[in-house]
């Protein structure tokens, strides 16, 4: 039978994972796929550099066009990462007649609108399952798995980077500097770590899984988003104290017609499984009208575990080489998204202030006039003439507890607004 040609771009962790799962398992992904699939081609930026794997003589091609040009390439795998040249490259893999298999999130994110709208016109495929938490068939979920039920909610880890640091904190009391380094110097972190520790990458992911299950388009840069950089060893510590977790969570619910979406550090109470996700690992909880609340959990990055879900789109597009309509992602509808502000929410304030008389009385009292009602407050002196005030806050809007810090800011008692953090409103499941 004769072989699928594909052509892969890039051969950094995504390319080469998928590489590597295609050569070790060719015999079973060939019986799966009904057809054997042979990589023709890798785009490289040098195609004279050696590189520590078998591949056959020729294989490696600097030039895009060779892999536009060649009618035998039947899918292109984009494994660059980044935004450009990897959206031209899709779009011009899709206008030249090819399938598509992407693990870029960025590009899906931004872009997703005209890629979609390019795979439409031209009658071919474009999937997706590596852009989301690796290995993880999250995507395939909801695009086949629950298409029975109205999406209510999708909250997720989705970023192993930032689970690494908030989980090294977690077991071992070490702060977020000294938990950097370490995800850092194992390869989880990038030398400039800001679209993981600031939430960016998170933002991403969940515009995508919010397009799928709300069915619409996202546009990732109106996400509410706030990184971990803010939180320290003590605000792990004290959420412990009173029964939780922090975890960067990525939120999506519908409510009164509309769509909420945050990603924000969190608290989570510990009987909750995503409370005990740890390390570098993600995990997603979706809830449909029928099926309840389920969750899926695993790798959410490196070379095979996203090269698992790649090579799995791969052996998707041979299987099935002709477009359904179904099949399409419409993003030709904006979703309307809630006012983040005024959706109301638990939270955790943590205080530095001066030692002295009526200080809780008049902190107590200005939250009132902001409509905010303490539901618990704890105070931990030190010997220096200050305290650290832990205030748990009842159910209010957020424009209320960013109103209210900016007077905090101002009353001559108060050292610093720590860290003001939301308490996850699902403690279902």
């Known amino acids: 039978m004769k072989p699928v040609e594909i052509a892969i771009l890039g051969f950094g962790t995504v390319g080469s994972g998928a590489y590597r799962i295609l050569n070790e398992h060719a015999d079973a992904i060939a019986r799966r796929a009904s057809s054997p699939i042979e990589v023709r081609k890798i785009l490289v930026r ?16 600097e030039s895009m066009d060779e892999i536009l040009s060649d009618p035998g390439i039947r899918i292109v795998v984009e494994a660059m990462g980044g935004e450009e ?22 590009v899906l994110a931004l872009h997703g609108r005209s890629i979609f709208e390019a795979a439409r016109a031209s009658g071919r495929r474009i999937a997706f399952e590596g852009s989301v938490a690796g290995g993880i068939p999250v995507i395939r979920a909801l695009r086949e798995g629950l298409t029975a039920n109205t999406i209510e909610r999708i909250t997720g880890i989705l970023n192993g980077t930032t689970n690494f640091i908030l989980s090294a904190m977690t077991d071992r009391g070490v702060e977020y500097a000294d938990a950097l380094r370490e995800a850092q110097s194992l390869g989880y972190a990038e030398a400039d770590p800001s679209a993981d520790v600031e939430g960016f990458d998170a933002a991403y992911k969940l515009a995508i899984l ?3 299950g709300f069915e619409g388009y996202v546009d990732p840069r109106r996400i509410v988003r ?3 950089a803010t939180v320290t060893a003590q605000d792990i510590a004290l959420a412990d104290k009173f ?34 996700v740890n390390g570098a690992y993600n995990a997603v909880t979706i809830e449909g009208d029928s099926v309840g609340q389920l969750m899926l959990y695993g790798k959410g990055a490196g070379d095979l575990p996203t090269g698992s879900a790649v090579v799995s789109d791969i052996i998707e597009l041979v299987r099935f080489p002709d477009l359904s309509e179904s099949e399409i992602i419409r993003q030709d509808r904006d979703l309307e998204l809630s006012d983040s502000t005024a959706r109301p929410a638990e939270y ?12 809780l009385g008049q ?20 010997n220096e003439g200050r305290a650290t005030l832990l205030i748990f806050t009842h159910e209010c809007q957020r ?27 699902d403690a279902r499941g």
């Open 46 to 61: 040098d195609a004279s550099r050696k590189r520590g794997v078998q591949t056959p003589p020729g294989v490696f091609t």
């Open 85 to 106: 040249p990897a959206l031209s490259y899709t779009l011009a893999a899709l206008e030249a007649g090819k399938d598509v298999v992407t693990a870029n999130k960025l």
């Open 210 to 212: 919010a397009s799928l």
């Open 226 to 228: 706030k990184g971990i």
């Open 243 to 276: 029964g939780y977790r922090i975890k960067l969570l990525a939120g999506a619910e519908r409510g009164d017609g509309k769509l909420h979406l945050s990603v924000s550090p969190s608290l989570v109470p510990k009987g909750h499984p995503l409370a005990n």
């Open 348 to 359: 955790y304030v943590r205080l530095l202030v001066k030692d002295l008389p009526g200080v």
């Open 363 to 382: 902190i107590a009292t200005m939250l009132g006039v902001h409509g905010i009602s303490i539901a618990t407050v704890t105070q931990e002196l030190d």
């Open 399 to 425: 424009s209320a507890v960013e109103a209210a810090a900016q007077t905090l800011r101002t009353m001559p008692f108060v050292l610093s607004i720590a860290n003001i953090l939301p308490l996850w409103a």
